[in-house]
């Protein structure tokens, strides 16, 4: 439903995206992770026809997205990572602009994602607070029923309540099977709700995987207490084992896939008075393609 084939665009100051190749099927929902300057922005704004690449090209709904971006418009629901709303009019005046500009008659799904968001529109946006802006925006870009959907950092400045309902937008919007890019650093979220992840690092793909498969490849973290911590070390050291020994005499041994079966019975040669494992987030593994020192 998106596809993005040896994009480059670039700025004067040399940054930007470069030879991105990416697809987002129908009805899978997709993570795209990054720090500020990463380039998701970028792509966003290629995706949505605001920005002409340089090279290659992007797609949605095989309509070209710079070519054909007015049909694109009919069937898409926006969020943009910093969202303005025209100067003076009330939340239900925007709202009622938009579906008018859109064609849109009835008024059954707004009024349903009012409710599930817990907003009056009634009011100046200008006196809106961030987390009823975002709701406004969010609410927006939902209530046409796109069949795409390409969000920009979504949740900001919503309370964790408010993250949840959104949360179980996503997911209902998955299961009637719509297609959703979307752009996050909360990575809790991107856990729950994307099938898959894209990692950009200075304008460039770095990796494009299963979530779950992109957790399991990781190396896990073993917290471990041994009975006499100085020869646990010493055989560890000696089995290879990159580890962390904490003030208390605990130990994180960071273990990778190949290397479990290793790992237990080398831990069997010492006293071993207490083992668990340390969940490991989609954010400790965004950190290993970064690197630690960044």
Known sequence: MITVSGMTLTY?????????????????????????????????????????PDS?????????????????QKKLGYIPGEISF????????????????????????????LEMLELDPRGRIKKFSKGMKQKLGIIAAFMHNPEVLILDE??????????????????????????????????????????SVLIIKDGRIVE??????LKDEQRRIFVLRPGEPDVAAGILKAGGFDMRVEQNGVFEVFVSGEKMDSFVKTAAKFTVLNLSVKQQSLEDIFINYYGKGE
Request: neutral net charge.
């Open 12 to 52: 004067h100051s040399g940054k930007g995206v470069f030879d991105l190749n990416f697809t987002v099927p129908k009805g899978a929902v997709m993570g795209y992770l990054g720090p500020n300057g990463a380039g998701k922005t970028t792509t966003i704004r290629a995706l949505l026809g605001f920005m002409r």
């Open 56 to 72: 290659g090209k992007c797609s949605v709904g095989n309509l070209d997205c710079v070519e054909q971006a007015p049909e694109i």
């Open 86 to 113: 025209p100067e003076g009019m009330s939340g239900d005046e925007f709202l009622a602009f938009m579906s008018a500009m859109r064609g849109t008659k009835s008024t059954e799904r707004k009024n349903l994602l």
């Open 154 to 195: 979504p949740t900001s400045g919503l309370d964790p309540l408010m993250q949840n309902r959104f949360a179980e937008l996503i997911l209902s919007e998955k299961a009637n099977g719509k297609t959703i890019l979307m752009s996050s650093h909360i990575f809790e979220q991107v856990e729950k709700m994307c099938d």
């Open 208 to 213: 494009q995987a299963n979530v779950q498969k």
